[in-house]
């Protein structure tokens, strides 16, 4: 199973960074850029996403970090786990949101946070939370939140540079035909590894389940997660938080959707 994940994992990586260097090396002819410069800011923008990414969660979400002696089972937890699976013990941060959901983000495994909102802790079981830990556990473990953050740029990347060139006045295109032509071009690598990015993520989301399901019980997570996408259905704050969407174990604003139906 992990060379599977492995061997997926690096195909998908390869397709993703492979169209990126693509529609920088297109700007780059049309536009007379050196290929070394193509190469540099391509690396500094993903770098950029990879350095920045884990400040913008902190800025935009309602958290603290929990005192050792704050829900002592629940560190208790999270120790057990991370020892049983040799993961570097993350700390531990409280959302102050009322929606159910967690999530782990950070640069290595050794500076990942792992996030649980107050409505987890006040909906779920404890031996649910647990189960919830794991699968965030096992994304530490896979490597999950860092490779995450950094495909999660070439969409943004591609995006903005189809819009640059695309509505960008006339007076700054040294060839409008070709700006608009790379543009659009722009806007089907943005298409393409948005579902690309997507496709990733519900991989490692499914060996994320597997691991939780190893180390706790799987019927407790399929509970778990029935109950937090109820909840998050219910709740009139779903936190909503474009910057952390991805990492949730559910999807805030799907919920609605998935009940009804």
């Not at 920088?24 to 350095?51: E, H, K, M, N, R």
């Not at 013990?89 to 500076?111: D, H, Q, W, Y």
């Not at 060839?175 to 943005?190: Q, R, T």
Request: with cysteine; hydrophobic share 55%.
């Amino acid at each position: 199973m992990a060379i599977k994940l492995w061997l997926t994992m690096s195909l998908t990586l390869l397709l993703l960074f492979g169209f990126l260097f693509g529609l920088l090396a297109a700007v780059g002819y049309f536009f007379d850029v050196s290929g070394y410069i193509i190469v540099v800011l391509a690396i500094f923008l993903v770098f950029l996403q990879w350095l920045i990414g884990p400040n913008i969660i902190w800025w935009t979400t309602n958290m603290r970090l929990l005192e050792k002696n704050e829900y002592p089972w629940l560190w208790e937890s999270v120790r057990e786990l991370c020892k049983k699976n040799k993961v570097p013990m993350p700390k531990i941060a409280l959302a102050r949101v009322g929606a159910p959901n967690a999530f782990v983000f950070g640069r290595t495994p050794g500076s990942a946070v792992l996030t649980v909102t107050q409505g987890l802790l006040n909906s779920l079981s404890q031996e649910e939370v647990k189960a919830v830990i794991a699968h965030e556990i096992g994304h530490i473990k896979h490597k999950d939140m860092i490779v995450m953050t950094v495909v999660s740029a070439i969409p943004v990347i591609a995006y903005f540079i189809a819009r640059f060139l695309i509505f960008a006045p006339r007076d700054r295109r040294r060839d409008a035909g070709a700006a608009v032509l790379v543009g659009f071009v722009a806007f089907i690598v943005y298409f393409i590894s948005n579902l690309l990015v997507l496709a990733l993520s519900r991989l490692r989301e499914y060996y994320a389940d597997r691991f939780s399901g190893i180390n706790t019980k799987p019927t407790l997570l399929a509970s778990a997660l029935a109950k937090i996408t109820y909840g998050l259905s219910l709740s009139a704050e779903r936190s909503e938080n474009a910057a952390v969407r991805s990492f949730y174990i559910a999807d805030p604003v799907s919920a609605a959707v998935e009940v009804k139906t």
